[in-house]
């Protein structure tokens, strides 16, 4: 029997990242990270402590086959730890929230709920929580930031007295010694912490009813395929991934192995060239634009030339920190020049969620920089379909940088028009 379960709360700050991390050290032996939205971070940290990849459930930029398929095609592993993205319904317009998700793979929910301060209140968050939604999977929940157990026990009694059908799983105490001095979920460099962090994160947690409550059959949620076919090609991919261009959905590095018949990986920080036998160059995410990244690139240019050399007839697909670098500048710091357009930096974000570009193509855009002019631009980013907006794209040749990132699987006629194919 396999164990699956999604943690979740009535909103950001509750603690889902400390009980999610703790409880994937835990069960790091076999475990299945993955992560309900669009987000790069928390996969990111998801992977780094449990040595798996998570992957993204996302059922704005697909539909509920396809979320249920990219489920099921990695739910390899004993235990399925799905974080949640915001509060249990956030998302709920877009059609992606952890109820969404939840409801749709019948998974149980766990709730993490900041206690502190409050005892009998939390019985009546819960009940609103539950009633909201009728089909809701709702079936446990972990206190966070309790002084005691005389604490704990308080509100314990209330949500049984009132509750028939919620597990009280347990606590986890206030001012954990272990996250003195972290910031766990932004910073990796706190994962040399993460067993302290999970031995004190679950002390006070019930496992075994925990995995009583997630233990599940394991029934395959669709059985066919549910995009367009694949037809492989025999062109050789380069995708520039390393600590500057880190974000990427991993179906999306699976996916262009199964279309491309050679896939390599290229570090800019280290310096290395695209090979003369690339047809095409995919640059992640990331960041360039930070002194600390843009420092680790600055000097790389043998790089930076045999990018250039390639895209004088051969495609270049990037994304976000990609398209910056495909520019001229960011600011004060050059970058390759490829494309003729310059970036700055600014204060507040210029874009944050999701995105339709001009072919009504599905995807997810966060960034402060913005185009410091918007001509030559090729496609416009909009909150809504064919709505108005602003330049998010842009191409010379066969060179396409854009702010959105997409999956690639379900859209599989876009990428072979802009991979040049």
């Known amino acids: 029997m396999k164990k699956a379960f999604c943690i979740s709360a009535i909103g950001s700050n509750q603690g889902k990242t400390i009980l999610s991390s703790a409880l994937l050290y835990h069960y790091k032996n076999s475990v299945r990270p993955y992560k309900i939205g669009p987000d790069f971070i928390d996969p990111q940290f998801h992977t780094k402590i449990s040595s798996t990849p998570s992957i993204n459930l996302d059922s704005f930029m697909m539909n509920e086959n396809q979320v249920k398929w990219i489920y099921d095609k990695y739910n390899d592993k004993d235990t399925a730890i799905v974080e949640g993205v915001m509060g249990f319904y956030d998302g709920l317009d877009k059609g992606c929230s952890a109820y969404n998700i939840t409801t749709m793979l019948n998974i149980p929910t766990i709730l993490i709920i900041d206690g502190s301060g409050s005892y009998i209140t939390l019985s009546a968050i819960i009940k609103g929580l539950k009633e909201y939604k009728q089909n809701n999977t709702i079936k ?41 001095n972290t ?20 002390e006070h947690i019930d496992l075994q009813l925990l995995e009583q409550i997630s233990t599940t059959k394991i029934i395959k949620n669709i059985d066919y395929y549910p995009f367009d076919s694949i037809v492989p090609t025999q062109k050789t991919i380069a995708i520039v991934y ?56 600055k000097n790389s240019n043998n790089f930076k030339q045999s990018l250039i050399k390639h895209s004088l007839s051969k495609p270049i697909y990037a994304e976000c920190a990609g398209l910056i670098y495909l520019g001229k500048k960011i600011d004060n710091k050059p970058m390759s020049g490829i494309l003729d357009i310059s970036f700055e930096l600014k204060d507040k974000r210029s874009r944050l969620g999701y995105y339709y570009n001009d072919k009504n193509i599905k995807g997810h855009a966060f960034h402060y920089s913005k185009p410091t002019s918007v001509k030559n631009g090729c496609s416009i980013l909009s909150k809504k379909p064919n709505h108005r907006g602003e330049f998010g794209s842009w191409q010379t040749n066969k060179v396409y940088g854009t702010y959105l990132h997409i999956f690639f699987r379900n859209n599989i006629n876009f990428i072979k028009e802009y991979f040049g194919f």
Do not use: M
């Open 140 to 180: 446990g929940v972990v206190f966070n930031k309790l002084s005691s157990q005389t604490h704990y026990d308080l509100i314990k009694k209330q949500i049984l007295q009132d509750f028939d059908d919620i597990f009280v799983l347990g606590w986890i105490k206030k001012n954990l010694t272990s996250l003195k």
């Open 242 to 297: 390393d600590e500057n261009f880190s974000f990427l959905y991993y179906d999306n590095i699976v996916f262009l192995k199964e279309l491309f018949q050679n896939v390599i990986f290229i570090d800019s920080t280290k310096d290395q060239i695209i090979p003369n036998n690339t047809d095409i160059v995919y640059i992640c995410g990331g960041y360039v634009e930070t002194d600390k990244h843009y420092n680790k690139i």
């Open 183 to 202: 910031h766990l979920g932004l910073d990796l460099t706190t994962l040399e912490q993460i067993e302290n962090i999970s031995k004190e994160a679950l």
